[in-house]
């Protein structure tokens, strides 16, 4: 599986997971169930005991699906975890500095804000770039501002795959498919859904069409 392959990236955020009495494992195999390949454990205020803990849970089931996993902020943990990488954001250890220590077959994805932020995480051996937040969010605080214009820029300058991020569901995901971008980040826009597996295959369906 590969990233360019993917339509839709899944965040799995325990916080809000918790929020809606539902299971993290529970959710990657639903969601991998309606097309998900690629999921992100994303744990904000848990130490990386705890963010370990529940990665270690995941990992293996993830490996079992043919699902990327992908561990939010730590590379330590991620690389503990032996997992496919981490995603790290404007704020945390830089790009190249992950590169060298995790080298050239380990996945790193970058947060960017603008499109000189995105350029210079290409520079320095991003994998990917996760652009937002395009629409508002709550389950994300303090996100940088982003915009669908913003998207199509970054998209043009960088020659890595970009997932746009930040309050995408099944009611605008077709804004983004106008734009041409078949890929999206999604967290509760899936985790909120009474039916996870039928939320992600009706968003796949709205970027493929």
Not at 13 to 37: H, Q, T, W
Not at 117 to 142: D, H, L, P
Request: proline share 3%.
């Amino acid at each position: 599986m590969e990233i360019d392959d993917v339509n839709i990236y899944v965040i799995l955020d325990i916080s809000l997971i918790e929020k809606f009495d539902k299971n993290p494992v529970d959710v990657m195999k639903s969601a991998n169930d309606g097309g998900a390949k690629i999921f992100q454990l994303r744990y904000k205020g848990a130490t990386e005991g705890e963010i370990y803990r529940i990665g270690a849970e995941l990992a293996p089931v993830a490996k079992d699906l043919g699902a990327i996993f992908i561990i939010n902020d730590s590379l330590s943990v991620a690389m503990a975890l032996r997992s496919d990488g981490v995603h790290l954001g404007e704020d945390d250890l830089p790009i190249f500095a992950a590169r060298k220590i995790a080298g050239n077959n380990f996945i790193i994805g970058a947060s960017a804000s603008s499109v000189e932020v995105a350029m210079q995480a290409e520079k320095e051996g991003a994998s990917y770039i996760g652009y937002g937040a395009v629409f508002s969010t709550t389950t994300k605080k303090n996100t940088c501002p982003g915009s669908i214009d913003g998207l199509k820029q970054v998209m043009k300058a960088v020659n890595i795959p970009v997932f746009p991020l930040g309050g995408i569901n099944a009611d605008n995901a077709d804004k983004i498919a106008k734009i041409g971008c078949r890929k999206v980040c999604i967290a509760s826009g899936i985790i909120a859904q009474q039916n996870v597996k039928i939320e992600t295959e009706k968003i796949i369906a709205i970027l493929q069409d």
